[in-house]
């Protein structure tokens, strides 16, 4: 007897989420901010997570917290769902509104865990590629949307992992036109110009997430949801209780509640990214993506796992796509601090021909 097979197929077909890192000085393969914060602000939250009673439950509706996130976004308290990582939210998400044998709707490449979360909940996901300017092709998308009736569907804007923020009109027209719920994912929207993040309030069939993963909160895993108070009532009955642990509460206010003494790290980091953009245009055999995003992507085309390997001896790591079929020769490089793109384009000169 194999204990294994209590589990259910569309289970067990899947990978698990799996990092392999390569050790080395400096990583910038994860899309993290490694900006430190403010001293005052740091030392405000190591007091606020020393002063947590950890004894106690959280705080079951994270009051404080969500109150501090619809200062910041001008949203309801009513219009905001929180999850463990937005990751969680869109787990408790599709599970509220798929049954099983629908489907959703995604772009390609983008963000792998709306597939991975629908499979394993028996929710089928249709694809659509992206366009050869790694945009969206709102004609195939609407003809896709036409076809397979999706429930869901999510747009990555900025996409992870292409980088660029998706064309307004044709995200319009996708609305106009889809019955099922539009997601606008919106992870890395602090990198960007550009935010859908309120249009919820004018059009009920769109819902935007946000994490603070990308902003230097990585650790602490908090993303969440806005949209339709109805909406956001119904899924909220799916939420596991206490999701949002009282250190993730505390720090997360306080950092929301602090929000402008980010923007300096933002301004930074898309300064550095016009310096990275450069350097990889210069670089040769190397094609880069726009970037509206704490990261850029690239292709590269000579030998992958050269490349790869030949950053590794000179101490850095970042993403390779490997592997996977379409991308097998594509990179991702977050953006870090001034010094940590010196060794990336220091690296990158001694790596290409
Ligand atoms: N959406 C996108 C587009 C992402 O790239 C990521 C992280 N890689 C997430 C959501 C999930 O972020 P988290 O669970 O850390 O909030």
Redesign the pocket.
């Known amino acids: 007897m194999n204990p294994s097979d209590f589990v259910r197929s569309c289970v067990k077909k899947l990978s698990a989420y799996h990092v392999d890192p390569v050790p080395a000085d400096v990583v910038l393969d ?2 993290e901010s490694s900006y430190a914060l403010p001293p005052k602000l740091h030392e405000r939250l190591v007091v606020l997570m020393a002063g947590t009673e950890l004894n106690r439950y959280p705080d079951p509706d994270a009051t404080y917290l969500k109150r501090a996130i619809a200062k910041k976004e001008g949203a309801g308290e009513d219009e905001i769902l929180l ?1 463990n ?4 939210v ?1 787990q408790t998400l599709i599970s509220a509104v798929c049954d099983p044998g629908d489907k959703i709707l995604v772009m390609a490449p ?2 792998s ?1 709306y597939k991975q979360i629908a499979t394993y909940l028996n929710v089928e996901t249709t694809e659509v590629p992206l366009n050869e300017k790694a945009d969206l092709d709102y004609h195939e998308v609407l003809g896709a949307i036409d076809e397979f009736e999706p429930k869901i569907i999510f747009i ?1 804007t900025p ?2 992992p292409t980088g660029g923020n998706m064309h307004r009109d044709s995200m319009a027209a996708i609305m106009n036109f889809a019955d099922g719920l539009v997601v606008i ?1 919106e ?2 929207v602090d990198y960007s110009d550009k935010t859908a993040a309120l249009l919820y309030q004018e059009r009920p069939n769109v819902a935007v ?1 946000k ?4 902003v230097g909160m ?1 650790a602490i ?3 969440y949801m806005m949209a339709d108070k109805r909406l956001i009532e119904e899924v909220n009955k799916t939420r596991l209780p206490y999701n949002i642990n009282s250190l993730t509460q505390a720090v997360a206010t306080e950092l929301l509640k602090n929000w402008d003494q980010l923007k300096p790290i933002f301004d930074k980091t898309k300064k550095e990214r016009k310096r990275v953009m450069t350097s990889l245009c210069n670089a040769n055999g190397i094609t880069p993506n726009t970037s509206d995003a704490n990261f850029i992507f690239f292709k590269y085309d000579g030998d992958p796992e050269k490349f790869f390997n030949s950053l590794i001896e000179n101490g850095v790591r970042i993403r390779w796509f490997k592997g996977n079929p379409e991308l097998n020769n594509c990179f991702r490089v977050t953006i870090g601090r001034p010094e940590e793109n010196d060794r990336f384009i220091s690296a990158l000169e001694k790596s290409t021909p």
């Open positions: 994860a899309n999850g990582g937005s990751d969680e869109i983008t963000f865990m990555a996409n992870n994912d992870a890395y997430l994490t603070l993963s990308k990585a895993r908090l993303g």
